[in-house]
Nanobody, 124 residues
Framework: QVQLVESGGGLVQAGDSLRLSCVTS????????MGWFRQAPGKGREFVAA????????YYADSVKGRFTISRDNAKNTVYLQMNSLKPEDTAVYYC?????????????????WGQGTQVTVSS
């Protein structure tokens, strides 16, 4: 059983930074990749960023490229999402997930395990 627990969300002002953490069970690290998705009120869940364990390649949605950074700490079984220069449109519930199916790294259907989410609210 894979378990994912996100933390680090909160209420911030535009331009501020937050770092989200996703602590995973060990089995998650045997998967090919992990990703962050988000869901804003009234919208569908969208891809934010992903990291492939080997060789550590990272991928980002155009909307966050240059502002967000995904990273991992294997010793702590943790994946991070550093979010800088936050905008009101970044407001959403953020979820981490394990990619356990082949296919595009930005496709939600290729991810099989999800955390409970952490709320990020950015005020203008």
């Amino acid at each position: 059983q894979v378990q994912l627990v996100e933390s680090g969300g909160g209420l911030v002002q535009a331009g501020d930074s937050l770092r989200l953490s996703c602590v995973t069970s060990g089995r998650a690290f045997s998967s090919a990749a992990m990703g962050w998705f988000r869901q804003a009120p009234g919208k569908g869940r969208e891809f934010v960023a992903a990291i492939v364990w080997t060789p550590g390649s990272t991928y980002y949605a155009d909307s966050v490229k240059g502002r967000f950074t995904i990273s991992r700490d294997n010793a702590k079984n943790t994946v991070y999402l550093q979010m800088n220069s936050l905008k009101p449109e970044d407001t959403a519930v953020y979820y981490c997930s394990v990619k356990n199916r082949p296919g595009n790294i930005d496709r939600q259907s290729n991810y099989g395990y999800w955390g409970q989410g952490t709320q990020v609210t950015v005020s203008s």
